[in-house]
């Protein structure tokens, strides 16, 4: 017999709901033809990779170097954890040594195994509301619980609520910039301002929740936005990101988790985490693509298509008569349904379903009354669903 618990969750109307749609729409694509089938509904970066991962790839592949297929340490490739360094210490203004990095299996596998490495039974990690919704699953995966907090009305951090929820149990506050579904970037100020309530609560109580930020969207920003480095504000303090949104890798599973090296227990952290990589069964992140990446991450990327293609989605919300939060970076628009659908956002999906139009519900991100377009996808797409986004609000 399966477990219970896993059963009630894939049954559950809001479990995998994304991938729902994404499949739901290939059923729809193949009945009334691409170009009649309006899909936003997943995340999945239809920019080709640069030229230098392309390349980088054939390099690799064509190499006949003795065990290049076999196994390496679980923590990576020592010149693959060293470009990652590097590359962190540029984000975060800071010298990162390559100890302190472990490659990974996407940033889903760097998330597990840092959830896994720091939760002892029950503890709690407070996650800014809304938030990708597979963070429910990674938390309970470990058995933590996930505690969810507001946030503002402009979808910024607030350190409020999240003080209110902070306790002796809390293990981490996860946060995600720039967010998906909102495309918001918290500023320098806000994970200031969320720093200062840790550090007190630290002070009273003796624990010091870490901060573990989810940065795969980093490189994807908009007007000069620039996403807040976080190792210098606070030590207890995680990266995990992946090359799958900004390099256009999603499919091949590779990213990896830093820790601030100012961190009093930072050895004994990545220690953690390269364990948990191997018993969680990852065992190490993939020989090849860690190879193409030491090569290939910093490769030139031009995000301005992502730009245009925001202007105009935006430009379809406002002649549908649809409010939404301006995107500052990542890929997706989050838009509120009609006053008539209240916080059903899940009906307002289903209606838009009738126009070929398919969205992510945005209960599953803990945004009722919100549904998720991921605009990542043909401008051919976002232009030609003007009429019918208009068609689907005026006929609701």
């Known amino acids: 017999m399966i477990s219970q618990k896993i059963k009630a969750l894939v049954e559950s109307p809001s479990s995998g709901v994304i991938r729902k749609m994404f499949e739901e729409g290939a059923i729809l694509k193949a009945k009334y033809g691409e170009d009649k089938?309006?899909?936003?509904?997943?995340?999945?970066?239809?920019?080709?990779?640069?030229?230098?991962?392309?390349?980088?790839?054939?390099?690799?592949?064509?190499?006949?170097?003795?065990?290049?297929?076999?196994?390496?340490?679980?923590?990576?490739?020592?010149?693959?954890?060293?470009?990652?360094?590097?590359?962190?210490?540029?984000?975060?203004?800071?010298?990162?040594?390559?100890?302190?990095?472990?490659?990974?299996?996407?940033?889903?596998?760097?998330?597990?195994?840092?959830?896994?490495?720091?939760?002892?039974?029950?503890?709690?990690?407070?996650?800014?509301?809304?938030?990708?919704?597979?963070?429910?699953?990674?938390?309970?995966?470990?058995?933590?619980?996930?505690?969810?907090?507001?946030?503002?009305?402009?979808?910024?951090?607030?350190?409020?609520?999240?003080?209110?929820?902070?306790?002796?149990?809390?293990?981490?506050?996860?946060?995600?910039?720039?967010?998906?579904?909102?495309?918001?970037?918290?500023?320098?100020?806000?994970?200031?301002?969320?720093?200062?309530?840790?550090?007190?609560?630290?002070?009273?109580?003796?624990?010091?929740?870490?901060?573990?930020?989810?940065?795969?969207?980093?490189?994807?920003?908009?007007?000069?936005?620039?996403?807040?480095?976080?190792?210098?504000?606070?030590?207890?303090?995680?990266?995990?990101?992946?090359?799958?949104?900004?390099?256009?890798?999603?499919?091949?599973r590779i990213g990896y988790v830093a820790v601030n090296p100012n961190c009093k227990e930072a050895k004994d952290l990545v220690a953690a985490i390269i364990f948990t990589t191997r018993t969680l069964g990852y065992v190490n992140a993939p020989a090849f693509f860690q190879k193409v990446i030491a090569q290939s991450w910093d490769a030139e990327c031009d995000y301005s298509l992502y730009e245009k293609r925001r202007n105009e989605i935006c430009e379809v919300m406002d002649y549908a008569g649809l409010k939404y939060c301006v995107p500052e970076g990542a890929f997706y628009l989050f838009v509120k349904a009609p006053d008539k659908y209240g916080d059903d956002d899940m009906a307002f999906v289903n209606h838009l379903k009738k126009y070929n139009i398919l969205c992510a519900p945005g209960s599953g991100f803990g945004g009722k009354g919100w549904f998720r377009i991921a605009y990542c996808c043909s401008e051919s797409t976002i232009l030609n669903s003007k009429e019918a986004f208009k068609k689907a609000v005026d006929e609701q």
Do not use: W
């Open 37 to 252: 089938v309006f899909d936003f509904s997943i995340g999945n970066p239809d920019l080709d990779p640069p030229a230098k991962v392309v390349d980088a790839i054939a390099k690799v592949a064509a190499s006949e170097t003795h065990l290049c297929h076999g196994y390496m340490p679980n923590a990576g490739y020592p010149e693959t954890r060293k470009a990652m360094a590097k590359k962190t210490s540029l984000e975060q203004g800071m010298e990162i040594p390559f100890e302190n990095v472990v490659m990974e299996v996407g940033a889903a596998g760097a998330l597990n195994a840092t959830m896994r490495a720091l939760l002892n039974d029950g503890d709690e990690v407070i996650v800014p509301c809304p938030y990708f919704t597979e963070y429910d699953h990674y938390i309970h995966n470990h058995g933590g619980e996930i505690v969810r907090v507001k946030t503002k009305e402009d979808f910024g951090l607030d350190p409020e609520t999240i003080k209110a929820a902070l306790n002796e149990k809390t293990a981490a506050v996860l946060i995600n910039s720039p967010n998906n579904p909102t495309g918001r970037i918290y500023s320098d100020d806000e994970v200031m301002a969320v720093v200062n309530v840790l550090n007190e609560h630290g002070k009273k109580t003796g624990r010091y929740p870490y901060i573990i930020c989810d940065e795969p969207y980093r490189a994807i920003v908009y007007g000069g936005k620039k996403v807040s480095a976080v190792f210098p504000k606070y030590d207890n303090a995680v990266v995990v990101t992946s090359f799958a949104k900004n390099l256009s890798l999603p499919g091949e």
